[in-house]
């Protein structure tokens, strides 16, 4: 259990998501903050579903009660480069 | 309800401070009196903990400010922020990775410049540098940008949720009673002093009220009566996805007015002003600013073009005419204090809560924040602060004639 990865940008664990419901973060909000999951660069893409799902098993109460955390965009992420009316270079 | 510290208990019907904000302003000023002895304190927040501007800023950290008055007030919170984390069993992520404000053009060095005998008599310590000292610090920054700057080894920044957090807890552990979802609808004054507020329609009577809430204050203010003369003010940040690290400190461009950090996870999180009046009232984001935002940090870290921008978020700030905040009590209405017009509040914060906790309860103020009191802008003893990165208010107006 402690090892189940829900999050693969942040490796957040189903463990993590207890022990922050346990110290009091109830809201999807603030367990996002806490954990960080929602917070690599697939933005919840990947993880959002296995995420709330532990979160909703937590808190005993179905996802489709829970407040989703805020969206940000940009929908997709973007290179900075082509923003600022520059090439991206990616030789980094 | 959402974070640590939160009570599920009702509201009661009488405290001895009630406190309108549940940011990092209200909860830390909350376990400040709590450390002083008072009892029955309530912290009042129309959403959640952090739901404002405490999760939203840039997180940066210094007291290396132009002016006696800033310079003292920051200095006093940086070395609070020192001791957050051990004391309020918490932490609070503060690195002192240095912060270092950077100047390019001659205008912005002598204007940093002046800063050094300021801070050497205040016993503040900063440290000039020159372009091969900065290219050195900043190996990954456009050389021709860094003339020199002003370097604070020992600050640098924190985790804004964390410190929010540790803030809560420490504060309920001392009986602060946090509530969350309770909005002041209005403030009870009679005969020139505070009585109490109304709270979901429910009457708290109380002898103090601290209005504390950021944007919103100038609103809350005049419930009590009282004019602020303090405007919503809209701030655009980006996040990266997680580089390589390439930036140690916290830096401020005075060219750019930017300033951003790397995490210790690897994000670049930054944001500029531009000299523009900002129409916006509420958090949205804009691609005037994100194009400026991007165009800036590219000039500054050209590197970062390839990275990927993954969030960009905005957050309201409450400017006062001279940037500055308004802190103590409000002129005509006994009872009811401010904690308000602030734009710098988070770095600001751990400091101005200790001293503002000691006006409310001994009456005086501390020499130190005594010069941000309401009454400056009846006496017109206004502070002039010129090494904050946020466009004055000639530049605003320049700008809106230029539009017209």
């Known amino acids: 259990m402690s090892k189940t990865i829900l999050c693969l940008c942040h490796d957040v664990t189903a463990e993590d998501v207890r022990r922050a419901v346990a110290e009091g973060y109830t809201h999807p909000e603030t367990i996002k903050r806490y954990t960080s999951a929602f917070m690599g660069p697939c933005q919840g893409r990947w993880c959002a579903d296995l995420v709330m799902e532990a979160i909703a098993e937590e808190l005993g109460r179905p996802v489709s009660e829970l407040q989703p955390t805020s969206g940000r965009p940009p929908a997709y992420p973007v290179r900075m480069g082509p923003l600022a009316g520059r090439p991206s270079d990616e030789s980094e | ?404």
């Open chain 2, 1 to 404: 309800m959402a974070v640590p510290g939160v009570t599920h208990h009702p509201l009661r019907s009488r405290y001895e401070v009630v406190i309108a904000g549940g940011g990092i302003q209200g909860i830390a000023l909350a376990y400040e009196l709590a450390l002083m002895g008072v009892r029955d304190i309530a912290v009042v927040e129309a959403r959640w903990p952090g739901a404002g501007g405490t999760g939203r800023n840039g997180e940066m950290i210094r007291s290396a400010f132009a002016s006696e008055e800033w310079a003292r007030l920051f200095d006093f919170s940086l070395r609070r922020w020192g001791e957050l984390s051990a004391e309020l069993d918490f932490n609070t992520l503060f690195t002192t990775a240095g912060y270092v404000v950077v100047a390019t053009t001659a205008d912005e060095v002598a204007m940093l410049r002046d800063q050094l005998p300021v801070h050497d008599r205040l016993g503040v310590r900063s440290e000039w540098l020159d372009a091969a000292d900065l290219q050195e610090l900043l190996p990954a920054a456009a050389p021709d940008l860094l003339t020199g700057g002003v370097l604070q080894p020992h600050a640098g920044f924190a985790h804004h949720d964390a410190t929010l957090w540790a803030y809560a807890r420490a504060a309920s552990r001392r009986g602060v009673e946090i509530h969350a979802q309770a909005p002041v609808e209005a403030v009870d004054v009679a005969d020139g002093r505070v009585r109490g507020v109304i709270v979901r329609g429910q009457r708290i009577s109380t002898p103090v009220v601290v209005n504390a809430t950021g944007a919103f204050a100038r609103e809350v203010a005049a419930m009590a009566g009282v004019e602020l003369p303090t405007q919503r003010y809209l701030l655009e940040m980006i996040v990266t996805e997680s580089l390589k690290p390439f930036l140690r400190p916290a830096v401020a461009s005075l060219a750019l007015m930017s300033y951003c950090h790397q995490t210790s996870r690897g994000e670049f999180v930054g944001g500029t002003e531009f000299k523009a009046a900002n129409a916006y009232d509420d958090v949205v984001v804009t691609l005037e600013a994100l194009r400026d935002i991007a165009s800036k940090f590219v000039q500054l870290f050209p590197r970062i073009a390839g990275a990927c921008l993954i969030r960009h978020w905005s957050g309201l700030v409450d400017k006062s005419p001279d940037l500055s905040p308004v802190l103590g009590p409000s002129p005509d209405v006994e009872g009811f204090f401010l904690d308000a017009g602030w734009t710098y509040g988070f770095m600001g914060a751990p400091g101005s809560a200790r001293l503002l906790a000691r006006w409310i309860v001994d009456g005086q103020p501390d020499p130190v924040i005594a010069p941000f009191g309401f009454e400056r802008f009846a006496s017109g003893k206004l502070i002039s602060e010129a090494a904050t990165v946020v466009p004055t208010e000639e530049a605003v107006e320049e700008t809106q004639r230029d539009r017209a």
